[in-house]
């Protein structure tokens, strides 16, 4: 079975959904209306939680299989909840938008105490943090699912 995800925060980045998910698939911009990633205290990752009004730019990934979804559970481990919602995917350069619906993570109501006010930053995370995530990276099982 083949399923579709909603990357919004460090899996946008090819270097690090690749390492985690161990294969590469087809890749849109995407977005996510009334919801807003924000930075999580003490770490170099975001977490998605419901903000009315918000939308949240992420990227839509295609093809994925069952096995590497339940990889991408792990990875984004307990303080996470995988749900089926309504994405806006762009089909073109003319942003052409597209309904879909797509599996995210969303951090889970009892950790949204350790939210900042800071939201996410794609390209902070990649110009700052990359490298030492990858680096913490090479010791996450693939095979642990």
Same mark, same amino acid.
């Given at each position: 079975?083949?399923?579709? #995800?909603? %990357?919004?925060?460090? #899996?946008?980045?090819?270097?690090?959904?690749?390492?985690? %998910?161990g294969?590469?698939?087809?890749?849109?911009?995407?977005?996510?209306?009334?919801?807003?990633?924000?930075?999580?205290?003490?770490?170099?990752?975001? %977490?998605l939680v419901p903000k009315v009004g918000e939308s949240q730019p992420g990227?839509? #990934?295609?093809?994925?299989?069952t096995t590497t979804l339940l990889r991408l559970?792990?990875?984004?481990?307990?303080?996470?909840?995988?749900?089926?919602?309504?994405?806006r995917v762009f089909l073109d350069q003319d942003k052409v938008e597209d309904a879909r619906t797509a599996w995210v993570y969303l951090l889970k109501p009892g950790y949204r105490n350790r939210l900042t006010r800071e939201r996410w930053s794609t390209k902070r995370f990649a110009a700052e943090?990359?490298?030492?995530?990858l680096r913490d990276l090479e010791t996450f099982e693939l095979n642990r699912v």
């Open positions: 079975m083949s399923h579709d #995800l909603f %990357a919004y925060g460090t #899996l946008m980045v090819r270097e690090v959904f690749d390492r985690v %998910a294969g590469h698939w087809s890749a849109l911009p995407a977005r996510i209306d009334n919801y807003a990633a924000y930075k999580v205290n003490g770490t170099h990752y975001p %977490a990227t839509f #990934l295609t093809g994925i299989d559970d792990a990875y984004e481990g307990q303080e996470f909840k995988r749900n089926l919602l309504p994405v943090w990359l490298e030492e995530y």
